[in-house]
């Protein structure tokens, strides 16, 4: 559900990616002058900043870059860059010709869209549709049930003992099970899904033939949910959408039909359940990396908000790139985007702007001006922020009221960080800790 994450309703996405198009900006930097390589750049270590942004930050304009699968891609760096970028029209998901498409890594996830032409009414209907389903009344409301999860999670860590390590028992459990609830997906489904996230993010697959294949398989067994649901009501977003989509809402203007439901919910699922595996683990690193951040937080949970303000502004797994493609030709800092083109939004570039954030690099929990850019902006503005937001303030507040000691199990610099998923993360977070509270 954040910027590195996508959950739109187009179709299954495909392409070999035989290269982009496009002119040369005034002020962007080709890959000899970056000096950098291919993207996406490598992420050295957990808590660093791939090598060549901040360079590319400072020369501003857009840097004219090679991919990973051997296209071209414009990459956006600074943060009023891809702010504007974001919220133009002619930017977009899809593509006309998506089999052509050019790519910025030989995975389906994230590829380009095939619908188009209607892509940009389609995306209309998709957030009209699910903006109740993630506002902000009823994400509080689930704040009980996420909290009992929670607690029951860590209540079972805090019996087994330490040490114990934090993404496989903890994070991927609470994150699989909020947002599985809230879209209705069954106990016995669970497990098999949280294997197909797993194997999508990291099985390289040119042309995103075996991905699509396995989307469609998800799609079927989120269309068997739904009929379920059409016979025996539940409270749950599946319950509901079906109601929508066969009710006297399905014929207004802008609604869904019954037949995009699977494969929009396979998306919220999917986007849900990674944001918030890959941000808490991560968030945790670097608080627990930060001596007197834990302290703070352990004895005044009331800075946990702007503690995941922090964390969704520095906790950034595998750069979160961002691919969209040009709409139509655009002249953006005295160049030409030509239409076609892959233009690469990096979040985590954006967020260390130090032309908007003092101290960039460093977790300040006081930082009162956090406009950071990790759940997008404009028409890509992830519709469950809320509910991120809610998840990881839970996980903050209990762990370090719970746990006031937590540390790491091992130096900050040893923690491996998962660069074979394109979505990042790291592939274990260690941690011990010596007498819980029982507050």
Same mark, same amino acid.
């Given at each position: 559900?954040?910027?590195?994450?996508?959950?739109?309703?187009?179709?299954?996405?495909?392409?070999?990616?035989?290269?982009?198009?496009g002119g040369k900006a005034a002020r962007g930097a080709d890959e000899d002058a970056a000096g950098t390589g291919a993207l996406p750049f490598a992420c050295p270590a957990a808590l660093a900043e791939?090598?060549?942004?901040?360079?590319?930050?400072?020369?501003?304009?857009?840097?004219?870059?090679?991919?990973?699968?051997?296209?071209?891609?414009?990459?956006?760096?600074?943060?009023?860059?891809?702010?504007?970028?974001?919220?133009?029209?002619?930017?977009?998901?899809?593509?006309?010709?998506?089999?052509?498409?050019?790519?910025?890594?030989?995975?389906?996830?994230?590829?380009?869209?095939?619908?188009?032409?209607?892509?940009?009414?389609?995306?209309?209907?998709?957030?009209?549709?699910?903006?109740?389903?993630?506002?902000?009344?009823?994400?509080?409301?689930?704040?009980?049930?996420?909290?009992?999860?929670?607690?029951?999670?860590?209540?079972?860590?805090?019996?087994?003992?330490?040490?114990?390590?934090?993404?496989?028992?903890?994070?991927?459990?609470?994150?699989?099970?909020?947002?599985?609830?809230?879209?209705?997906?069954?106990?016995?489904?669970?497990?098999?899904?949280?294997?197909?996230?797993? &194997?999508? %993010?990291?099985?390289? +697959?040119?042309?995103? !033939?075996?991905? /699509? =294949?396995?989307?469609? @398989?998800? #799609?079927?067994?989120?269309?068997?949910?739904?009929?379920? &649901?059409? %016979?025996?009501?539940? +409270?749950?977003?599946? !319950?509901?959408? /079906? =109601?929508?989509?066969? @009710?006297? #809402?399905?014929?207004?203007?802008?609604?869904?039909?019954?037949?995009?439901?699977?494969?929009?919910?396979?998306?919220?699922?999917?986007?849900?359940?990674?944001?918030?595996?890959?941000?808490?683990?991560?968030?945790?690193?670097?608080?627990?990396?930060?001596?007197?951040?834990?302290?703070?937080?352990?004895?005044?949970?009331?800075?946990?908000?702007?503690?995941?303000?922090?964390?969704?502004?520095?906790?950034?797994?595998?750069?979160?790139?961002?691919?969209?493609?040009?709409?139509?030709?655009?002249?953006?800092?005295?160049?030409?985007?030509?239409?076609?083109?892959?233009?690469?939004?990096?979040?985590?570039?954006?967020?260390?702007?130090?032309?908007?954030?003092?101290?960039?690099?460093?977790?300040?929990?006081?930082?009162?001006?956090?406009?950071?850019?990790?759940?997008?902006?404009?028409?890509?503005?992830?519709?469950?922020?809320?509910?991120?937001?809610?998840?990881?303030?839970?996980?903050?507040?209990?762990?370090?009221?719970?746990?006031?000691?937590?540390?790491?199990?091992?130096?900050?610099?040893?923690?491996?960080?998962?660069?074979?998923?394109?979505?990042?993360?790291?592939?274990?977070?260690?941690?011990?800790?010596?007498?819980?509270?029982?507050?």
């Amino acid at each position: 559900m954040s910027a590195g994450s996508d959950t739109g309703t187009g179709s299954d996405s495909s392409g070999t990616g035989t290269g982009a198009t496009g002119g040369k900006a005034a002020r962007g930097a080709d890959e000899d002058a970056a000096g950098t390589g291919a993207l996406p750049f490598a992420c050295p270590a957990a808590l660093a900043e791939p090598p060549g942004l901040a360079a590319l930050r400072e020369r501003g304009g857009l840097a004219r870059l090679p991919t990973a699968t051997g296209d071209r891609a414009w990459l956006v760096t600074r943060h009023a860059d891809v702010r504007a970028l974001c919220g133009d029209p002619r930017i977009g998901k899809s593509h006309p010709d998506p089999a052509r498409a050019p790519r910025l890594w030989d995975a389906a996830l994230l590829g380009p869209e095939t619908n188009h032409a209607t892509a940009v009414a389609d995306h209309r209907r998709w957030r009209s549709t699910l903006t109740e389903a993630f506002g902000a009344r009823r994400v509080e409301q689930l704040r009980p049930r996420l909290q009992a999860s929670f607690d029951a999670l860590l209540g079972a860590l805090l019996d087994t003992g330490p040490p114990a390590e934090l993404c496989a028992d903890l994070a991927r459990p609470f994150a699989l099970g909020v947002i599985c609830d809230l879209i209705g997906i069954p106990a016995e489904r669970r497990v098999a899904f949280a294997a197909w996230s797993d &194997r999508v %993010r990291r099985v390289p +697959d040119p042309g995103g !033939t075996a991905d /699509a =294949a396995e989307r469609r @398989g998800l #799609d079927r067994i989120i269309g068997e949910l739904l009929d379920q &649901r059409r %016979r025996n009501p539940a +409270d749950d977003l599946l !319950t509901e959408l /079906a =109601a929508r989509a066969d @009710g006297p #809402d399905a014929t207004r203007p802008g609604a869904l039909r019954p037949d995009e439901l699977p494969h929009t919910l396979s998306g919220l699922l999917l986007a849900g359940y990674e944001t918030v595996a890959t941000r808490l683990p991560y968030g945790l690193l670097y608080l627990l990396a930060d001596p007197a951040a834990r302290t703070a937080l352990a004895a005044d949970p009331g800075l946990a908000p702007s503690a995941v303000e922090e964390v969704m502004r520095l906790a950034v797994p595998g750069g979160s790139w961002m691919p969209r493609y040009a709409r139509a030709d655009l002249e953006y800092g005295g160049g030409r985007i030509a239409a076609g083109d892959l233009v690469v939004f990096s979040f985590q570039s954006a967020n260390r702007d130090e032309r908007v954030f003092p101290d960039p690099d460093t977790l300040d929990l006081g930082r009162t001006s956090n406009p950071h850019l990790a759940f997008g902006h404009g028409k890509f503005f992830c519709l469950g922020a809320g509910l991120a937001r809610l998840e990881l303030r839970i996980a903050y507040e209990t762990l370090f009221r719970r746990l006031p000691d937590l540390r790491l199990g091992c130096a900050p610099e040893e923690v491996r960080v998962d660069g074979a998923s394109v979505t990042g993360g790291l592939h274990d977070l260690p941690v011990n800790w010596g007498r819980p509270t029982d507050r």
